[in-house]
């Protein structure tokens, strides 16, 4: 199967630049374009949750993809040589157009796809060790790392409401309905009576 694939960013490019070069071409080569795959959407978005990844899946051995450049395969150097590698190992040929590229099952395509896996792995490597060093130098400069404590509860912003809380229970109201009346969680209004060590049942006394 040889597939034309042709992606655009947004809706107000058209495709019909890049399918008349690879109309132009297949011509030229004395190939049918069997498939066209085309999408609009933007080439940092994962290609798996692209149509570019339906494809990618389906693919066999013989197969060609044909494009007018790489770039229409991803916005990264990081991504590209994902998406070659991929082709490659299942024994799919990428032809881009613009660069001339043919990466099929020959020498110089294995070469390549030994160099685009290895140079996935460095990067891969590379991005856990930078993203290590910055994290100890935050914990060396004393910065707490993780998810503060409350995070998951509005960060804090019930403290704002503490003297209608206080109020609040003075005048006897529960938990539930100090939590419905100021639209927070019964669970947000528990972590701010145990931080301000209040038992939920309690009735506070307003001198």
């Not at 570019?52 to 229409?72: F, H, K, P, T, W």
């Not at 990081?78 to 991929?86: N, V």
């Not at 994290?135 to 509005?154: D, S, T």
């Not at 209004?189 to 060590?197: A, E, H, M, T």
Request: charge should be neutral; hydrophobic fraction near 35%.
């Amino acid at each position: 199967m040889n597939y034309g694939y042709i992606r655009v960013s947004t809706d107000k490019q058209s495709v019909s630049n890049q399918q008349f070069e690879i109309e132009t071409f297949c011509a030229r080569e004395q190939l049918n374009v069997d498939d066209w795959i085309e999408e609009t959407i933007s080439g940092t978005k994962d290609y798996e949750k692209r149509k570019l990844g339906g494809l990618l899946r389906q693919v066999r051995s013989g197969d060609l993809i044909i494009c007018a450049e790489l770039s229409r395969l991803g916005r990264s150097l990081f991504m590209i040589m994902e998406i070659l590698g991929h082709c490659m190992t299942v024994g799919c040929r990428v032809w881009s157009i613009k660069e001339g590229y043919r990466l099929g099952d020959d020498i110089q395509s294995k070469v390549m796809a030994f160099a685009f896996g290895l140079s996935a792995e460095i990067e891969r490597n590379l991005i856990s060790q930078r993203t290590k060093e910055a994290l100890a130098c935050r914990k060396a400069e004393g910065v707490r790392l993780g998810r503060p404590q409350g995070a998951l509860n509005h960060n804090y912003r019930i403290d704002g409401h503490s003297d209608e809380i206080r109020r609040m229970m003075a005048e006897g109201l529960c938990r539930t309905e100090i939590a419905r009346q100021l639209g927070f969680s019964t669970g947000t209004v528990d972590l701010w009576l145990s931080r301000n060590g209040i038992l939920a049942c309690e009735t506070l006394t307003i001198l």
